[in-house]
């Protein structure tokens, strides 16, 4: 299985300020084909389902702000949150799709507002 | 735009089978491109993939749960369903549908979730 880690646990950051999350995969989830990586974030609120906010690792979903950014490669990437907004404050996780069908998520990092 | 809800007991003792059903709405199971999965989420914690289902019937599970899911899919009724047997208080989650995307390989619409206890 390919294991997703996820740093730091949890974060507190001044409203426009900028909130930084880093995901690491135990192995590359980068295509060579396609030059693809197969790396998913997502949103979650309190009470609610996961909202899919970043796909191919920076691909933003139709309708999510453009604050929000993917970057990395390989290994190791990070959703970046420009301008932190108080509808942002969440749980955000990382997935892995390159090994579908078996897909893993990592363990979340909660953001807050300082 | 499509729609998924969970449906199905929020209270399950131990050994006995969780049954939960999704029904989509917004669009068909049988056009094609999307494979149907479950998910779970146990309280207070990360997200673990349980399986998916194709609308022709084929399906794929973790291997950590393969021996007592089974995913089914009612193209008629556009649901699709989940049985876990032998549940343990460990299976207690809430438990999502979600679409996967065949071309995005994620997941882009979700179910809002139903909790599922078992407790004697």
């Known amino acids: 299985d390919i294991v997703m880690t996820q740093s730091p646990d949890s974060l507190a950051v001044s409203l426009g300020e900028r909130a930084t999350i880093n995901c690491k995969s135990s192995?590359?989830?980068?295509?060579?084909?396609?030059?693809?990586?197969?790396l998913a974030w997502y949103q979650q609120k309190p009470g609610q389902p996961p909202k899919l906010l970043i796909y191919?690792?920076?691909t933003r979903e139709s309708g999510v702000p453009d604050r929000f950014s993917g970057s990395g490669s390989g290994t190791d990437f990070t959703l970046t949150i420009s301008s932190l907004q108080a509808e942002d404050v969440a749980v955000y996780y990382c997935q892995q799709y390159y090994s579908t069908p078996l897909f893993t998520f990592g363990p979340g990092t909660k953001v807050d507002i300082k | 735009q499509v729609q998924l809800q969970e449906s199905g007991p929020g209270l399950v003792k131990p050994s006995q089978t969780l049954s939960l059903t999704c029904t989509v709405s917004g669009g068909s199971i049988s056009s094609g491109g999307y494979y149907w999965s479950w998910i779970r989420q146990h309280p207070g914690k990360g997200l673990e993939w349980i399986g998916y289902i194709y609308y022709s019937g084929s399906t794929y599970y973790n291997p950590s749960l393969k021996s007592r899911v089974t995913i089914s899919v009612d193209t008629s009724k556009n649901q699709f369903s989940l049985k876990l047997s032998s549940v343990t208080a460990a299976d207690t989650a809430v438990y999502y549908c979600?679409?996967?995307?065949?071309?995005?390989?994620?997941?882009?619409?979700w179910g809002q979730g139903t909790l599922v206890t078992v407790s004697s």
């Open positions: 191919w690792a920076s």
């Open positions: 192995q590359s989830v980068l295509y060579s084909s396609n030059n693809k990586n197969y």
């Open positions: 979600a679409r996967d995307n065949m071309v995005r390989g994620v997941f882009d619409y």
